[in-house]
Nanobody, 115 residues
Framework: QVQLVESGGGLVQPGGSLRLSCTASGSIFNIYKMGWYRQAPGKQRDLVARIGTLGGTNYTDSVKGRFTISRDNPKNTVYLQMSGLKPEDTAVYYC?????????WGQGTQVTVSS
């Protein structure tokens, strides 16, 4: 079992930046593939970015070049650096940890991009 706590969301103007953090506890962090997902009102939860145990990353097309996912294993933390934010990035952002068939979710953090 792993517990995930996200932080760093908030209100930002278009073109601005935010860094989301997700800190894990309760298990060995570096065995988990970590991901960030987001869910806008009335829409499904979609993958934003994922980072593997060896640091390999992948991103959904709409955030490539603007978002960067990274992990700090000694701190049990995964980050999502977001820049060039657009109103369509507005959503609740969720942290996810995967190990084989096990999947764990954080409670989510709201990101609102608006002028």
């Amino acid at each position: 079992q792993v517990q995930l706590v996200e932080s760093g969301g908030g209100l930002v103007q278009p073109g601005g930046s935010l860094r989301l953090s997700c800190t894990a506890s309760g298990s060995i962090f570096n065995i988990y593939k970590m991901g960030w997902y987001r869910q806008a009102p009335g829409k499904q939860r979609d993958l934003v970015a994922r980072i593997g145990t060896l640091g390999g990353t992948n991103y959904t097309d709409s955030v490539k070049g603007r978002f960067t996912i990274s992990r700090d294993n000694p701190k049990n933390t995964v980050y999502l650096q977001m820049s060039g934010l657009k109103p369509e990035d507005t959503a609740v952002y969720y942290c996810n940890a995967e190990y084989h068939t096990a999947s764990y979710w954080g409670q989510g953090t709201q990101v609102t991009v608006s002028s």
